[in-house]
């Protein structure tokens, strides 16, 4: 039996995740949709929906993820008012209502299997497990120097270096976690750089742990994101052409000297162990350090605090969040 396991693409932003969701949106059983935001507000906003066994909450569920303007439920081209119907007829968790939208969209494909993309997905794993517990994820890297280059470069970045500098290392620190803990059937790595230099050998080593067969199409993404991406997001630009190794190495240009020995300095031991090679750029300042330091100190305290929070909440759940909607959600509730 093919699957049917959800499968979510996860990296640090510029990491190449986008041109990643769309070759696996080119796939024939395998419908990506662009970036939704749902899931996570969603799954903190919770308790505002009540317990879901009952009719009228999931109707409440269903039109916040379809009327909400910052769901981008609109992105998925669904008709609301029937989304919002099968919801109320839907299995009564959190994460079958977040299913059956992805579902019905890959349903307009006339596909079996869904994904999402979101960079800081790698943030919240734990959470996605608990919603999907069947879920593969891929985790996308790329090197770090290019990611910082390109991030500080995006007009919707609104943080500084130090920031984009904590975004890699905390990607790959998720990373390194999520590798040690998961099943080897539920976590997945792949380099950016591998993937654009030899995309049909990537693309069917990641078809064979997805349990797919390989196709072809997935190695010309640039037929899909014509069509789907608009060309005023210049950012996503590079998806519109055919796939390159072009913009491997490009922070050599892009990052000031500074920042390339902070970036060394600060993601030495990361960057080597995920293959990349180091320069003889001298040591970054202290003042640098610090700063990148400082930063990771505010970032993770905050994720501690998120993370208590919910630890907490978790004993005070009206009801189970895990979808019952795939083949191995529905055996594992039947065993339980």
Known sequence: MQSDRPIFVIGCPRSGTTMLQLMLHSHARIAVPPETRFVVPGYYRRFTFGDLRLEVNRRRLGRWIADDRDTRFRELKLDGDRFVEDVVAGPPTLGSAFGIAFRS???????????????????????????????QFVHLI???????????EMPWYNK??????????????????HAKRLPADSYYELRYEDLT??????????????GEDYDPAMAEPYHLARLTIPRQRSWHGGTHGEVTTARSGAWKERLEPWEVSLCETVLAGRLVACGYELTDAPKAGKDHVAAVEAVAGRRRRARRRQEVRDRINRFREPGPVAARLTTRQLSELTRA
């Open 197 to 210: 230099a030899a995309p049909e050998a990537e693309l069917s080593r990641l078809c064979a742990y997805l």
């Open 142 to 152: 790329r090197d770090g120097r290019d990611c910082v280059a390109s991030l500080k």
């Open 105 to 135: 969209y890959a349903a307009r494909y006339g596909k079996p299997r869904w994904g999402d993309k979101r960079p800081s997905y790698y943030h919240q794993v734990d959470m996605l497990l608990r919603l999907f517990p069947d879920a």
């Open 160 to 177: 500084d270096v130090f920031h984009a500098v904590n975004n890699w290392a905390e990607a790959i620190d998720f990373g390194r976690r």
